[in-house]
């Protein structure tokens, strides 16, 4: 039988994904050299470069969203991830995959007027200028408005500490950015509109820049599983599981310190993503968890329902995803291109939805855990696997020493250092 995915060496897997005209032979040798960065590209991203910082980079497989099969990259330090996602993905599967919706993708710029005496005046003023402001904003960038995006609409806000201070009144910029990761769009836009607004206005501008609450870039995925499929055959058991799946759920709505580890386990799989495709995960981040808060306390950004009658479990997620695929790291890192082309993503808006269908893939897979076997067993393995190659296994000494390791009732680096030696000498033995 022909060995899996998780059993080869990276070598194979190289060899496997060119023979299944996944990679070309240009990208199998960008792979094998591990994505070297040069010094040049390094030095034009960040100031006082001495080094690089490497993450592995997997794929996770059967993700099938909206009708279409989809390879996931993801980098990430922790093991189990890429394992769960893909488990999470396989049971989505079974029952039909992924279904994903979008709002419209705009970014959103503030301009903030600080210790206005006069709020109303100062609204009035912005209103009468609003189509001064648009036409600044296409001039101070009009590249953006070439490509079919730029400002699409303003909207106004005045807010106060308290009754009795001054106000901040903020005139924010709805920006469509296209594929690109737009900070510099929005920045420069915001540049231009507020020196415009400076000649208009007696007020002080207290700041000016792009806002990480992407809530007018939403993503949604949707999902259902066979509740039989949670539980690996033992009938009757799925629908237990799956409520308490459920329960979990509700729960984490209710107790900040659970949710927010529900929601670390939602970020453990879009995270990944974001990094493996140059994209910016602190924005990402702030985003969703900003959303998690938005209705006054911090909650689960998962939903699982359960239709009893239809024995289904039913899953959606919805975050904002401003992400890009050109633009900044996405266009330098030599990574972005491999894994946005083996994800199939065809513009930022497919990249998005690939990666909030991880996100509820990757949390149907931990809860799936918690609430029936629990997380450690499913770690042994991998937990394994990671000492074997802290102690310096080789590839083929690897899957001995993780029997090996099984066999013993505790695991850690010192049982694994022994045991390799132990398997040296046998080895030497024979
Ligand atoms: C571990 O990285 C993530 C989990 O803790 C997530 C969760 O508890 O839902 C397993």
């Given at each position: 039988m022909p060995k899996r995915f998780y059993e080869q060496t990276r070598q194979e897997r190289l060899v496997y994904l060119a023979e299944q005209g996944l990679i070309t032979a240009a990208e199998q040798e960008l792979l094998q050299k591990n994505f070297p960065l040069s010094d040049e590209y390094a030095n034009h991203l960040i100031e006082n470069q001495v080094a690089q910082v490497h993450l592995p980079l997997g794929l996770a497989f059967n993700f099938v969203i909206d009708g279409r099969a989809r390879i996931v990259p993801m980098a990430t330090e922790e093991p189990s991830v890429i394992a769960a996602c893909s488990f999470g993905a396989k049971?989505?599967?079974?029952?039909?995959?992924?279904?994903?919706?979008?709002?419209?993708?705009?970014?959103?710029?503030?301009?903030?007027?600080?210790?206005?005496?006069?709020?109303?005046?100062?609204?009035?003023?912005?209103?009468?200028?609003?189509?001064?402001?648009?036409?600044v904003a296409h001039e101070s960038y009009p590249s953006i408005v070439k490509r079919g995006g730029g400002t699409q609409s303003v909207q106004y806000k005045k807010q106060q500490m308290n009754p009795q201070s001054t106000s901040f009144v903020t005139v924010e910029l709805l920006i469509d950015v296209k594929d690109a990761m737009g900070a510099n769009i929005v920045n420069a836009i915001l540049e231009g509109v507020g020196a415009y607004l400076q000649t208009k206005v007696n007020e002080e501008v207290l700041l000016k820049i792009l806002s990480n609450y992407a809530d007018h870039s939403l993503v949604t995925a949707t999902c259902k599983v066979h509740t039989r499929d949670l539980a690996r055959g033992i009938a009757g058991e799925g629908n237990k599981i799956a409520r308490r799946i459920v329960a979990a759920t509700d729960y984490a709505n209710l107790d900040i310190y659970r949710a927010t580890t529900h929601n670390k386990g939602i970020m453990n799989g879009i995270d990944a993503v974001v990094l493996a495709t140059g994209n910016d995960f602190r924005a990402i981040e702030a985003g969703c968890h900003a959303y998690a808060s938005r209705k006054g306390t911090y909650q689960a950004l998962t939903q699982w329902t359960l239709n009893e009658e239809a024995e289904t479990l039913i899953g959606e997620l919805t975050v904002p995803m401003l992400i890009a695929i050109v633009g900044g790291a996405t266009s330098i890192l030599p990574q972005a291109t491999f894994t946005q082309k083996i994800s199939q993503s065809e513009s930022a808006s497919d990249l998005a939805k690939m990666i909030v269908a991880v996100g509820l893939a990757q949390n149907l897979a931990a809860l799936r855990a918690l609430v029936s076997e629990g997380i450690q067993k499913g770690h042994m393995n991998l937990q394994a696997k990671t000492l074997a190659a802290t102690v310096g296994a080789t590839d083929i000494e690897v899957p001995k020493l993780i029997a090996k390791m099984k066999e013993k009732p505790t695991m850690n680096q010192e049982v694994a250092q022994l045991l390799l030696q132990e398997l040296r000498m046998e080895n030497n033995q024979s």
């Amino acid at each position: 039988m022909p060995k899996r995915f998780y059993e080869q060496t990276r070598q194979e897997r190289l060899v496997y994904l060119a023979e299944q005209g996944l990679i070309t032979a240009a990208e199998q040798e960008l792979l094998q050299k591990n994505f070297p960065l040069s010094d040049e590209y390094a030095n034009h991203l960040i100031e006082n470069q001495v080094a690089q910082v490497h993450l592995p980079l997997g794929l996770a497989f059967n993700f099938v969203i909206d009708g279409r099969a989809r390879i996931v990259p993801m980098a990430t330090e922790e093991p189990s991830v890429i394992a769960a996602c893909s488990f999470g993905a396989k049971l989505i599967q079974q029952a039909g995959g992924f279904q994903t919706k979008s709002t419209e993708r705009l970014m959103i710029g503030q301009i903030v007027f600080n210790d206005v005496g006069n709020p109303a005046k100062l609204l009035q003023t912005l209103a009468h200028e609003e189509q001064a402001i648009l036409r600044v904003a296409h001039e101070s960038y009009p590249s953006i408005v070439k490509r079919g995006g730029g400002t699409q609409s303003v909207q106004y806000k005045k807010q106060q500490m308290n009754p009795q201070s001054t106000s901040f009144v903020t005139v924010e910029l709805l920006i469509d950015v296209k594929d690109a990761m737009g900070a510099n769009i929005v920045n420069a836009i915001l540049e231009g509109v507020g020196a415009y607004l400076q000649t208009k206005v007696n007020e002080e501008v207290l700041l000016k820049i792009l806002s990480n609450y992407a809530d007018h870039s939403l993503v949604t995925a949707t999902c259902k599983v066979h509740t039989r499929d949670l539980a690996r055959g033992i009938a009757g058991e799925g629908n237990k599981i799956a409520r308490r799946i459920v329960a979990a759920t509700d729960y984490a709505n209710l107790d900040i310190y659970r949710a927010t580890t529900h929601n670390k386990g939602i970020m453990n799989g879009i995270d990944a993503v974001v990094l493996a495709t140059g994209n910016d995960f602190r924005a990402i981040e702030a985003g969703c968890h900003a959303y998690a808060s938005r209705k006054g306390t911090y909650q689960a950004l998962t939903q699982w329902t359960l239709n009893e009658e239809a024995e289904t479990l039913i899953g959606e997620l919805t975050v904002p995803m401003l992400i890009a695929i050109v633009g900044g790291a996405t266009s330098i890192l030599p990574q972005a291109t491999f894994t946005q082309k083996i994800s199939q993503s065809e513009s930022a808006s497919d990249l998005a939805k690939m990666i909030v269908a991880v996100g509820l893939a990757q949390n149907l897979a931990a809860l799936r855990a918690l609430v029936s076997e629990g997380i450690q067993k499913g770690h042994m393995n991998l937990q394994a696997k990671t000492l074997a190659a802290t102690v310096g296994a080789t590839d083929i000494e690897v899957p001995k020493l993780i029997a090996k390791m099984k066999e013993k009732p505790t695991m850690n680096q010192e049982v694994a250092q022994l045991l390799l030696q132990e398997l040296r000498m046998e080895n030497n033995q024979s």
